[in-house]
C-alpha cells in the first residue's frame, strides 16, 4: 500500500512569507501528526489531527497552524517565516490516536527559509 | 528536557559486530518504540514494546525494557553498512503526544 506523503520535498522562502505543507496518510489512518526537526532541538511535536479535530498541540507560537480534511489528508501553515523555521518537516500517520501503535512517516519536507 | 535520552550520542563500529544502543525516560510510559532515520530522510518505525514487556525480537533487533530502571535498549546484531543510520526512542505516556529522544548516530564501517 502507498506510504505517507508529503510534498513539497523541498521549500525555500524567504523571511515574513508564509507557506503551506502537505501530507497524505495512509489509507485507513485517521491520526496525522506534524514534527518539526532541527540539529539543535531535534523532533519538536507540533501537533495531531483526528478525524478533522486538533487532539494535541506542541509549544509552538501560534504562526504554526494545521487543519485535516475529510479524508485524512493534512496539511500545516507557517506563517511570517522566520530564519529559525528552517528545518525538516515531518508527517506521521498512524491508527490510533498519538502514534500508541506506531507512526508510519513520510519523507519530509525540507524547508528553508532565507 | 526530553523525555527519551539516549546514549551514546554517536557510536562507530566495524561491519559485523554488534551495536547496543540505550534510551532512558522519566515518567510511566505505555510503550516504547524504537525508530531508524537515514540522513535527511524520514523515520522507519522498527518495533514498539509494552511496559507489561521485557524483550522483543524482530530479524537482527533486540529490545529490552526495563521499567523499575525507566530504559531501554536497542541490540543490532551482526552489523551491515545499511545500518548506519540514527536511531531514535520515543515513548507513549498516554494523553500526551509520542515523544522523541536525542538520537543515537549510528555508523557501520565497512
Known amino acids: 500500500k502507498a506510504g505517507v506523503t508529503q510534498t513539497p520535498r523541498y521549500l525555500i522562502k524567504t523571511r515574513g512569507q508564509q507557506v503551506t505543507l502537505s501530507c497524505s496518510p495512509i489509507?485507513?489512518?485517521?491520526?496525522v501528526s506534524w514534527y518539526q526537526q532541527t540539529p539543535g532541538q531535534g523532533l519538536q511535536f507540533l501537533f495531531e489531527y483526528f478525524s478533522e479535530t486538533q487532539r494535541n498541540k506542541g509549544n509552538f507560537p501560534g504562526r504554526f497552524s494545521g487543519r485535516q480534511f475529510s479524508n485524512s489528508r493534512s496539511e500545516m501553515n507557517v506563517s511570517t517565516l522566520e530564519l529559525g523555521d528552517s528545518a525538516l518537516y515531518l508527517c506521521a500517520s498512524s491508527f490510533g490516536l498519538r502514534g500508541g501503535d506506531g507512526y508510519t512517516f513520510g519523507s519530509g519536507t525540507r524547508l528553508t527559509v532565507v | 528536557s526530553q523525555q527519551g535520552e539516549e546514549d551514546p550520542q554517536a557510536l562507530s563500529i566495524q561491519e559485523g559486530e554488534n551495536a547496543t544502543m540505550n534510551c532512558s525516560y522519566k515518567?510511566?510510559?505505555?510503550?516504547l518504540q524504537w525508530y531508524r532515520q537515514n540522513s535527511g530522510r524520514g523515520l522507519v518505525h522498527l518495533i514498539l514494546i509494552r511496559s507489561n514487556e521485557r524483550e522483543k525480537h524482530s530479524g537482527r533487533l533486540r529490545v529490552t525494557l526495563d521499567t523499575s530502571k525507566k530504559s531501554s535498549s536497542l541490540l543490532i546484531t551482526a552489523s551491515r553498512a545499511a545500518d548506519t543510520a540514527s536511531y531514535f526512542c520515543?515513548?507513549?505516556?498516554?494523553?500526551?503526544?509520542?515523544?522523541f529522544g536525542t538520537g543515537t548516530r549510528l555508523t557501520i564501517i565497512p
Open positions: 515518567t510511566s510510559i505505555n510503550n
Open positions: 520515543a515513548t507513549d505516556v498516554g494523553n500526551e503526544k509520542l515523544t
Open positions: 489509507s485507513g489512518h485517521r491520526s
